[in-house]
C-alpha cells in the first residue's frame, strides 16, 4: 500500500524521537509540511472574502415588500404603511407642545384610524379609540419630570364575546426631538402599528386576548406620555405584556435588544413568530448598564406597573438619528417590510398566549438568545446557558490535558516536559491577549492625544488598519517570536503550535468560568466559541489526525467557518450600531477607545484561533510586515487627508447643539446684577468647536463654562432639551452684544408669602408664565428647608440634605395655561427675612427659529455640521 505524504511525515518523526534520524532530517521534513510564503496571506484574505461575501450581505438583508395587490394574502403591507409614512413625514419636526404634534399628527393618527376602524370586520372584532389627555409627573435621575396634557393615542381591538381581562399591549410614539421629522425615530414604528392594526382588524382570524395599541405623543422628553398611559389610563392595570418598539437609527432591520425581565417564554414566542430574527443577549446587557445615550418606554412599563414584554428598535444609520435628515428618503419599503412582518407576527403569537393570563406563574429567570446571521434564532433558559458555559469550559480542559498526554506519549516526552512547555506557552497567549486588545486602544489614545478621534466615522473601512491589523500582530506576534526562537527538538513545531492554540482556549475557558460566575449572560459568545475548537480537537483525538503532522488543521479550519461568520457578524453589528452613537457620546469621554476595544474583542474572537495558524508558513514574516504596512498607510490616510475628516453632508453629520441664551440675574431686592446674551454651546462628540475652526461660522470669543459652574447655580444657564449637569460643565460660552431675542419672556409672580402659626415656616405662592418647555431650578441656603411644595413630596422627604439644586422638567402638551406652584420653606431661628432661596426659571422656545442675528449666525454652519438651537431665556431670582 503506497502511503500518502502525511504518513510520511509522521513515520519521520516516530524514526526521529527513537534516535533513528539526524536533527536535520527532522528540520527538513517540518520545512515540507509547512506551507509556501504566500499561504499566510491568502489563508487571511479568504477569512476577509467570507466575511464581505457572506457577513456583510447577509447583515443588511431585506425581504422584498408586499404590494396592495397581496392584501388578500393576510400579510403586512409594506405600501401602505410607506403611504402612512410620507404623510407622517410631511408634518415636520413634531415636538411636544407643537401644532405639528398636538394638532396635525394627532389628526393625521385619528383620520387613518377613522379608515381603518371603517373596515374592521364587526363580526369578529370590536375595536375601540381613546384620546387621553394625561398630566402627571415622576422622578428620574434626581430630577421631577412633570407633564401637563401630553397626548396619547390609544385603540383597543377585542375579539367578539371575549372573557379575557389581560390585554397584550403594542406602544411606539409619535413626538419627535427638535428640528427632525422623525420618519425612522418612530414615526417607521408608528405607521407599523397602524398597518398591523390594519391586517388584524380586516383578517378573519381568532386572538384569545385584547389587544391595546398605543400610540404616545411624548416619549422623546423622558418618556412621558407612556408614564401618563400606564399610571392613569383605564386599560393599563389590564396589560399584562408589552410589545415596545422605538427607534436610534432609519432604515434596517430592528433588533430585539431587551426581554422580559424574568420570564424567557416570550423569547420562544419570538422566535416562533419574528420571521426575520435580529438579536442577542450581548445587546440587552451593554443597553441595561445604561451608558448608550438612549433609553426606551420599556423602562417605564416594567418600572411603574411590572409588565414584561419584548422591546425592540431599528439600529441601523444611526448618522440621521434626531437630525433633519430623518426622512423617508432613508427609509426603503423594504425595511418597513422587514419589521411589519416580524410585529405582526408577535402580536398574533402573543395575543393567543396562554401565558397572558398569568405570567408570573411562567417567570423562569433570563434566557440566552442569538440569532445566527438573520437566518435562524437560538435561546435557552439563563440556567441552561450556565450549564452549558461550566460544561463546555470543562471539556475544553480536560480535552487538552488529555491532547497534552498525547503530546506527549508522541514524542516520546515525559507529561511534566509538555505541561511545563504549555504553561509557557499559556503566559505568552497572555501577553498575546493583552497586546492584541491593548495595540488598538493605544492607537484610539495616540489619535485623540492629537485630536484626530472619530477619523473611521464616516470612513468604517479604516477600522481594518487603524484596529484590527494592530490586533492581529499583537495577538499573534508573542507566539511568532517563541516559534521562532524555541530549541526544544522533542516536541515538533506542529505540536508546539497546537499547543499555542490549546494556550488561547484554555485562557477563553478560564474566561467563560469567570464570567459565567459573575452573572454576565454574554458569557455565550465565549461557550460558542469554544464549541467549535473542542469538536474538532475531539475529532483529531478519536482518529490519528492529531498526531500526524499539521493534519490536525484541516478540521479546524472547516469547523471554525461557524465561529468565524457568528462572531464578525456579531461584532459587526455593533459596530455599526455603536458607531454613529459615538457622534453624540460628548465632549468627555474618548469614543475611540470605545470602537477599538470593541473591534479588538471582535477580531479576536473571530480570527483567533485562525491567526495563529499563520505560523505555518515558511516566511510568516512578511505577514507581519504586511499588516503593519496596512497599519501605517491606514494611520496616514486617516490623520493626513480628507477620508480621515469624521463628517460629510447629509449622511454623516456633526451635532451642534446650542441655545441662544439670554440670562438675567436677579438679586433679593430685586436689582438686575447680569443681563447678558450668547450662545451656549453642548458639543455633541469628541472634537467639540476643532472641526469649525476655518469655516465661515465665527467663534472668536468661545469659552468654557466651568467658571460659571463654580459661581451660578446650574451653571446660570438653561436646561437644554436633553442636556445634563455634566454637558453644562463641558459647555461652552459665546457672547454676543446684541440681546437675543425671544418670541415672549417667562413671568414669575410672586403672589404671597405668609409665615405660618408655628412661626418657623414660610409659605410662597407664585404664578409662573412660560412656554411649554421650561425648567426650574431651586436651591436653599444653608440652615434652609423646603418641607413642601407643588411637586413631587416624595423628593424632598428623599433628598433633605444632599444639598444640590431641586430640579423640575415641566412639558406641556395642549395645556398652555399659567402655571400655580406653592413652596413652605422651614427655617429653624423662623428669620424669614433674609434670602432663603435661589429660583431659577429656563424658558425654552423650541417652536422658534430666533431672531435675525441667530438666524444668520445658524446659517454660517458649513454642511457637513447641522445646527440643532433654538432661544432660550434663563431668570436667577432671590427669594
Known amino acids: 500500500m503506497k502511503m500518502g505524504d502525511t504518513d510520511k511525515t509522521q513515520v519521520s518523526y516516530e524514526r526521529i524521537e527513537n534516535g533513528g534520524e539526524p536533527q536535520e532530517y527532522r528540520k527538513k521534513v517540518e520545512r515540507d509540511s509547512t506551507g509556501p510564503w504566500y499561504f499566510a496571506s491568502n489563508f487571511l484574505l479568504f477569512w476577509a472574502l467570507l466575511f464581505f461575501a457572506i457577513v456583510v450581505p447577509l447583515f443588511y438583508r431585506l425581504p422584498a415588500a408586499m404590494n396592495i395587490e397581496d392584501a388578500s394574502k393576510g400579510g403586512f403591507i409594506a405600501e401602505r404603511a410607506y403611504d402612512n409614512l410620507y404623510e407622517f413625514d410631511k408634518i415636520g ?7 405639528a404634534n398636538e394638532n396635525k399628527t394627532v389628526q393625521f393618527l385619528l383620520k387613518e384610524l377613522a379608515l381603518i376602524q371603517e373596515n374592521v370586520l364587526d363580526d369578529y372584532f370590536d375595536m375601540e379609540i381613546d384620546v387621553q389627555i394625561t398630566s402627571g409627573s415622576y422622578l428620574k435621575s434626581e430630577s421631577i419630570y412633570m407633564y401637563r396634557a401630553v397626548q396619547n393615542i390609544i385603540i383597543k381591538l377585542s375579539p367578539k364575546n371575549t372573557t379575557s381581562e389581560t390585554y397584550l399591549l403594542v406602544n411606539s410614539h409619535f413626538d419627535s426631538k427638535p428640528t427632525s421629522p422623525a420618519a425612522g425615530d418612530a414615526g417607521h414604528m408608528a405607521v407599523t402599528i397602524l398597518e398591523v392594526l390594519r391586517v388584524m382588524s380586516s383578517t378573519k382570524q381568532t386572538f384569545d386576548h385584547p389587544i391595546v395599541f ?21 386599560w393599563a392595570p389590564f396589560c399584562k405584556v408589552v410589545i415596545n418598539l422605538d427607534a436610534a437609527g432609519s432604515g434596517g432591520r430592528e433588533i430585539l435588544f431587551q426581554t422580559g425581565p424574568d420570564n424567557p417564554w416570550l423569547v420562544d414566542y419570538y422566535k416562533k413568530n419574528a420571521k426575520h430574527p435580529f438579536a442577542t443577549t450581548m445587546a440587552e446587557e451593554i443597553f441595561q448598564t445604561g451608558l448608550l445615550p438612549s433609553d426606551t418606554d420599556f423602562r417605564i412599563f416594567t418600572k411603574y406597573s ?3 414584554g419584548l422591546d425592540l428598535g431599528q439600529c441601523i444609520n444611526g448618522y440621521v438619528y434626531h437630525t433633519r435628515y430623518d426622512r423617508i428618503d432613508v427609509i426603503p419599503r423594504t425595511s418597513l417590510q422587514n419589521t411589519g412582518d416580524n410585529i405582526l407576527g408577535l402580536v398574533r403569537g402573543l395575543s393567543n398566549a396562554t401565558e397572558l393570563r398569568n405570567p408570573k406563574e411562567y417567570a423562569a429567570g433570563h434566557a440566552v438568545f442569538f440569532d445566527v446571521l438573520g437566518l435562524y434564532f437560538v435561546h435557552y433558559s439563563e440556567s441552561t446557558g450556565v450549564i452549558l ?6 471539556a475544553t480542559i480536560v480535552l487538552i490535558f488529555v491532547s497534552l498526554l498525547r503530546t506527549a506519549s508522541v514524542s516520546n516526552v515525559s507529561t511534566g516536559h509538555v505541561v511545563g512547555l504549555f504553561i509557557l506557552i499559556v503566559v505568552l497567549q497572555v501577553i498575546a491577549l493583552l497586546l492584541g486588545l491593548g495595540l488598538p486602544v ?3 489614545y495616540l489619535f485623540d492625544m492629537y485630536g484626530l478621534s472619530l477619523t473611521y466615522y464616516s470612513t468604517p473601512a479604516l477600522l481594518i488598519g487603524l ?3 494592530p490586533t492581529l500582530i499583537g495577538f499573534s506576534l508573542p507566539s511568532f517570536v517563541y516559534l521562532k526562537l524555541q530549541r526544544d527538538d522533542k516536541v515538533s513545531f506542529a505540536k508546539q503550535l497546537q499547543l499555542v492554540l490549546h494556550g ?27 464549541l467549535f475548537y473542542v469538536i474538532p480537537l475531539a475529532f483529531n483525538l478519536l482518529t490519528t489526525l492529531h498526531d500526524r503532522g499539521f493534519a490536525w488543521t484541516a478540521v479546524l479550519k472547516v469547523v471554525q467557518v461557524i465561529p468565524f461568520l457568528y462572531n464578525s457578524y456579531l461584532f459587526y453589528t455593533f459596530i455599526v450600531v455603536i458607531t454613529p452613537m459615538m457622534g453624540r457620546f460628548g465632549l468627555s469621554t474618548n469614543p475611540d477607545l470605545i470602537v477599538s476595544a470593541l473591534t479588538a474583542l471582535g477580531t479576536v474572537f473571530s480570527l483567533g484561533f485562525l491567526v495563529l495558524l499563520v505560523h505555518m508558513s515558511r516566511r510568516s514574516s512578511l505577514i507581519f510586515l504586511g499588516l503593519l504596512a496596512v497599519t501605517a498607510l491606514t494611520v496616514y490616510i486617516a490623520s493626513s487627508t480628507q477620508i480621515g475628516f469624521p463628517y460629510r453632508p447629509k449622511t454623516n453629520v456633526q451635532r451642534v447643539h446650542y441655545l441662544q441664551v439670554r440670562r438675567v440675574f436677579y438679586e433679593y431686592d430685586g436689582t438686575v446684577s447680569k ?15 476643532a472641526p469649525l475652526k476655518g469655516t465661515k461660522v465665527n467663534l472668536t470669543g468661545l469659552v468654557s463654562m466651568k467658571s460659571d459652574c463654580e459661581k451660578y447655580m446650574m451653571c446660570g444657564v438653561p436646561h437644554n432639551y436633553k442636556s445634563s449637569q455634566s454637558s453644562r460643565v463641558n459647555g461652552m460660552w459665546l457672547p454676543r452684544d446684541q440681546p437675543v431675542e425671544t418670541p415672549s419672556v417667562p413671568v414669575l409672580e410672586l403672589l404671597s408669602k405668609t409665615v405660618l402659626e408655628n412661626n418657623k415656616t414660610v409659605r410662597f405662592e407664585f404664578n409662573l408664565t412660560c412656554p411649554d418647555q421650561t425648567s426650574l431650578f431651586i436651591q436653599p441656603y444653608e440652615d434652609v428647608t423646603i418641607s413642601n411644595w407643588s411637586f413631587l413630596l416624595s423628593h424632598l422627604e428623599e433628598n433633605t440634605s444632599s444639598g444640590s439644586p431641586f430640579y423640575i422638567i415641566i412639558s406641556n402638551g395642549i395645556e398652555s395655561s399659567p402655571l400655580n406652584l406653592f413652596m413652605e420653606i422651614t427655617k429653624p431661628n423662623g428669620d424669614f427675612n433674609v434670602p432663603l432661596f435661589q429660583f431659577g426659571v429656563s424658558a425654552l422656545y423650541i417652536h422658534s427659529k430666533g431672531d435675525a442675528m441667530s438666524v444668520k449666525f445658524s446659517d454660517s454652519f458649513p454642511s457637513f455640521a447641522v445646527a440643532i438651537q433654538w432661544p432660550a431665556v434663563y431668570q436667577r431670582y432671590i427669594f
Open 93 to 99: 419636526s413634531k415636538v411636544v407642545g407643537s401644532d
Open 214 to 234: 398605543l400610540i404616545n405623543g411624548a416619549e422623546e422628553k423622558s418618556l412621558l406620555a407612556s408614564h401618563g398611559f400606564i399610571s392613569q389610563h383605564k
Open 306 to 308: 411590572n409588565l414584561i
Open 389 to 394: 458555559n461550566y460544561f463546555v469550559a470543562g
Open 442 to 444: 493605544v492607537v484610539a
Open 467 to 469: 484596529y484590527v491589523c
Open 504 to 530: 488561547h482556549a484554555t485562557i477563553l475557558a478560564i474566561l467563560g468560568i469567570g464570567l459565567t460566575l459573575y452573572g454576565l449572560r454574554t458569557t455565550y459568545v465565549i461557550t460558542w466559541t469554544l
Open 675 to 689: 443681563d447678558e446674551s450668547g450662545y451656549v454651546f453642548d458639543f455633541q462628540d469628541r472634537r467639540g468647536a
